[in-house]
């Protein structure tokens, strides 16, 4: 059975740094990917970044290139984002699908199967 909790999260000024983890278990295989999303209220869960996990290929939404690192080791999959803005407050969670043959993953959030519980972000200004 596939599961993901997730922990980090939390409160910090404009500018700051948060890292958010993502504990995955239950696959017996690599070939899938995971990704990290956000949503606030009244709007649409977007993607952030995604990774798969055979290789560790990584992709990012435009907004956030530069800023925030999605990575891997393990079990564990992590998104550091820094230069956090104001308008980046949202609940973040990660996500992954059954089975990829190869990268890159899709930024569809449709097409994750298992999600994790949602952490909480929040910027001030």
């Known amino acids: 059975q596939v599961r993901l909790v997730q922990s980090g999260g939390g409160s910090v000024q404009a500018g700051g740094s948060l890292r958010l983890s993502c504990a995955v278990s239950g696959y017996s295989h690599t070939q899938y990917c995971v990704g990290w999303f956000r949503q606030t209220p009244g709007k649409e869960r977007e993607p952030v970044a995604t990774i798969y996990r055979a290789d560790g290929s990584a992709d990012y939404a435009d907004s956030v290139k530069g800023r925030f690192t999605i990575s891997q080791d393990a079990a564990l999959l992590y998104l550091q984002m820094d230069s956090l803005e104001p308008e980046e407050t949202a609940m973040y969670y990660c996500?992954?699908?059954?089975?990829?043959?190869?990268?890159?993953?899709?930024?569809?959030?449709?097409?994750?199967?298992?999600w994790g519980q949602g952490t909480q972000v929040t910027v001030s200004s």
């Open positions: 996500a992954s699908d059954f089975w990829q043959l190869r990268p890159p993953c899709a930024a569809r959030h449709g097409v994750y199967h298992y």
